[in-house]
């Protein structure tokens, strides 16, 4: 085990999730990342928590539940680390856990790369204010716009709140992916029109090699034109999989493109969109499969209005 890796998990845990002596911690992993995690939980006896390793079976897909007595570990802790391959962020166990009070962190895919490099060193002070901003501006909106080499997708988020992933949950029922930074939202169900040209990553496939062209209508992915266009399809089924579930805005400037989309989703000058559950954070679709796909310095408008110009936020 890494004393490196050992030493960042402390700051992590004190850092950006004010873990204290006494409280109760509950780290969740899976087979596939069990040995990021065992120092997660060694960086947390040091602390003085009272410290639990859980190790679940690899998940299928990101937004699968986990078995029940990680959920209700989940729910009974001070702070909840969930270090998998596969999200836990819009799973009910993640939104149960921080109903009850719970500081939640989700690591989805995090690699030993990202646990010392890129986004998880960022300023999160800085990244909080930039978030908090982004975040504002989606909530006061109707109509998002997004337009890249020629193509565009609109759709409405009248009525939807903005969501902030900071990477500082210090409060009860606090939160979100780490390393993070990104203001998300959930588009109203059945409103979005277009294509739009996906160039970065996809969650479950990584980086992309060459880009995907994404048609969606009435709300509903209907065609994904590139290589890796029928595996998407495939991962997110024929059911409401393949709703439009998700707008973000990347937040973090020390963030790279990995083909992790934890941290792919979180660069500054990025959107992602994704297809499937959003019920978790305001929206309607429950379908147990949440599948994010980044694109790189779009033009992005709210409301007619430019506030992103070629990946620069305005």
Avoid: W
């Amino acid at each position: 085990m890494s004393e490196e890796r050992i030493a960042i998990s402390m700051n992590v845990l004190r850092d950006c999730l004010g873990l204290a002596g006494g409280e109760l911690l509950a780290v969740v992993a899976d087979d596939d990342k069990r040995e990021l995690a065992e120092s997660v939980y060694e960086a947390g006896k040091r602390l003085g928590a009272e410290s639990m390793l859980l190790v679940m079976q690899t998940r299928s897909k990101s937004g699968e539940e986990p078995p029940a007595p990680v959920a209700d570990a989940m729910a009974s802790a001070d702070v909840a680390v969930c270090i998998t391959r596969h999200s836990l962020t819009h799973t009910a166990a993640r939104k149960r856990a921080a109903a009850n009070g719970t500081r939640v962190a989700t690591m989805p895919g995090i690699t030993d790369d990202m646990f010392s490099h890129g986004a998880i060193t960022a300023d999160y002070g800085q990244v909080k204010a930039l978030t908090e901003q982004v975040a504002a501006q989606l909530s006061g909106a109707r109509q998002v716009r997004v337009e890249k080499d020629g193509l565009s997708l609109a759709f409405s988020i009248e009525g939807r709140e903005g969501v902030l992933s900071t990477g500082l949950y210090l409060n009860p029922g606090e939160s979100g992916n780490l390393p993070s930074g990104e203001a998300y939202i959930a588009p109203l169900e059945g409103t979005a029109e277009g294509k739009i040209k996906v160039d970065g990553s996809i969650a479950g496939i990584g980086a992309l090699s060459s880009p995907l062209v994404l048609t969606v209508e009435k709300g509903r992915l209907t065609g994904a034109e590139g290589e890796d266009g029928s595996r998407l399809l495939e991962m997110l089924g024929s059911g409401d999989g393949r709703l439009l579930g998700e707008f973000g805005i990347g937040t973090n400037n020390k963030a790279r493109i990995t083909g992790v989309v934890l941290e792919d989703e979180k660069v500054y000058g990025t959107i992602h969109v994704a297809f499937g559950s959003n019920n978790t954070f305001g929206g309607t679709v429950a379908a147990g499969v949440h599948i994010d796909a980044v694109v790189m310095k779009p033009d992005v408008y709210l409301d007619g209005k430019l506030i992103m110009r070629a990946g620069e936020l305005l």
